[in-house]
């Protein structure tokens, strides 16, 4: 089983980049292998909007773009692995601009007729909802802002994901970072720690 991990953080040794760490230690501690994006460290330039990896090339597992950066050998890595956990920060209210980025190059992975308007596209690999995904959501408002500050952001990131047809298992929102202690912030690295766990669980259950 492979899971991969997506950062959308900047801050490498940040609290966001710790608990995706924490959360992949937990999915190998369960027998998967890992691999992990920073997608700040990653070339992926602004979709541009020419539909091209829709509306052509079918048969393809992930569609052809014009553009020439990381998103192809990434999706080509993406649509071959078993489940996934994507951490973010909250940034005005909702997900890094990395990882929206990301999710809007992600367009690759569905397909849909031109003339087939007002549809939604359909996904080249259905999941089939064999593959799972959980979320981490990191934010300096408290857990009280859960509703405003990260279900916006879980909303966001499950957009793609129902195209894929690849459920959630997790959506883990930690407020209050900023100044939070150590002792509870090691607390909250356990969480992500069983939160990788139990995404490999899931995903083994029979179907």
């Given at each position: 089983?492979?899971?991969?991990?997506?950062?959308?953080?900047?801050?490498?040794?940040?609290?966001?980049?710790?608990?995706?760490?924490?959360?992949?230690?937990?999915?190998?501690?369960?027998?998967?292998?890992?691999?992990?994006?920073?997608?700040?460290?990653?070339?992926?330039?602004?979709?541009?909007?020419?539909?091209?990896?829709?509306?052509?090339?079918?048969?393809?597992?992930?569609?052809?773009?014009?553009?020439?950066?990381?998103?192809?050998?990434?999706?080509?890595?993406?649509?071959?692995?078993?489940?996934?956990i994507f951490a973010s920060p909250v940034y005005e209210s909702n997900i890094s601009s990395l990882m929206k980025k990301f999710i809007?190059?992600?367009?690759?992975?569905?397909?849909?007729?031109?003339?087939?308007?007002?549809?939604?596209?359909?996904?080249?690999?259905?999941?089939?909802?064999?593959?799972?995904?959980?979320?981490?959501?990191?934010?300096?408002?408290?857990?009280?802002?859960?509703?405003?500050?990260?279900?916006p952001c879980f909303e966001a990131l499950e957009s793609h994901l129902?195209?894929?047809?690849?459920?959630?298992?997790?959506?883990?929102?930690?407020?209050?970072?900023?100044?939070?202690?150590?002792?509870?912030?090691?607390?909250?690295?356990?969480?992500?720690?069983?939160?990788?766990?139990?995404?490999?669980?899931?995903?083994?259950?029979?179907?």
């Open positions: 089983m492979v899971i991969l991990g997506f950062l959308g953080s900047p801050r490498l040794q940040g609290r966001c980049s710790k608990l995706l760490t924490k959360a992949l230690e937990g999915a190998a501690n369960a027998g998967a292998e890992t691999k992990r994006y920073n997608l700040t460290q990653c070339n992926i330039q602004h979709c541009l909007g020419c539909f091209k990896c829709m509306f052509e090339n079918h048969d393809l597992p992930v569609g052809k773009c014009p553009l020439k950066d990381d998103m192809s050998a990434i999706l080509a890595e993406y649509v071959k692995a078993d489940g996934y809007e190059r992600k367009i690759a992975l569905g397909f849909r007729d031109k003339d087939a308007y007002g549809k939604i596209p359909f996904p080249r690999v259905p999941a089939e909802f064999k593959k799972m995904a959980s979320m981490i959501i990191v934010g300096n408002c408290a857990d009280e802002y859960r509703e405003i500050m990260g279900d129902i195209v894929e047809q690849v459920p959630t298992v997790d959506r883990y929102y930690v407020g209050g970072v900023e100044d939070m202690p150590d002792e509870t912030f090691s607390g909250k690295l356990d969480e992500a720690f069983q939160l990788g766990k139990r995404l490999v669980e899931e995903i083994s259950k029979p179907q």
